[in-house]
């Protein structure tokens, strides 16, 4: 059973930072891509960065310059550096991985609970 679970939410103020993380464990052949998305409340969920596993990364234009995404592959972890966060980064952040659990198995897209980021002074 493939499980993602994330951490390190919180609330911060304008300016301030924060470090999430993402361990993916359970039944795991091989991962693709991993990455995080958010949804803001009343509004659709977005891709906030992606690593994929040609080593490209990807960005919303909103947070270029200011996240990062970092992927450990022997631990099957990734982390969100978030720096100078504003209010509209407030959100529910979603972990993403698109894993096949075995051999013989396809690629099948998984995603975490969640864990809430609130900016605000």
């Known amino acids: 059973q493939v499980q993602l679970v994330e951490s390190g939410g919180g609330l911060v103020q304008p300016g301030e930072s924060l470090r999430l993380s993402c361990a993916a464990s359970g039944s795991i052949f091989s991962i693709n891509t991993m990455g995080w998305y958010r949804r803001a409340s009343g509004k659709q969920r977005e891709l906030v960065a992606v690593h994929i596993a040609d080593g490209r990364t990807n960005y919303a234009d909103s947070v270029k310059g200011r996240f990062t995404i970092s992927r450990d592959n022997a631990k099957n972890t990734v982390s969100l550096q978030m720096n100078s966060l504003k209010p509209e980064d407030t959100a529910v952040y979603y972990c993403?991985?698109?894993?096949?659990?075995?051999?013989?198995?396809?690629?099948?897209?998984?995603w975490g609970q969640g864990t809430q980021v609130t900016v605000s002074s």
């Open positions: 993403n991985a698109v894993i096949r659990p075995g051999a013989s198995t396809p690629f099948y897209d998984y």
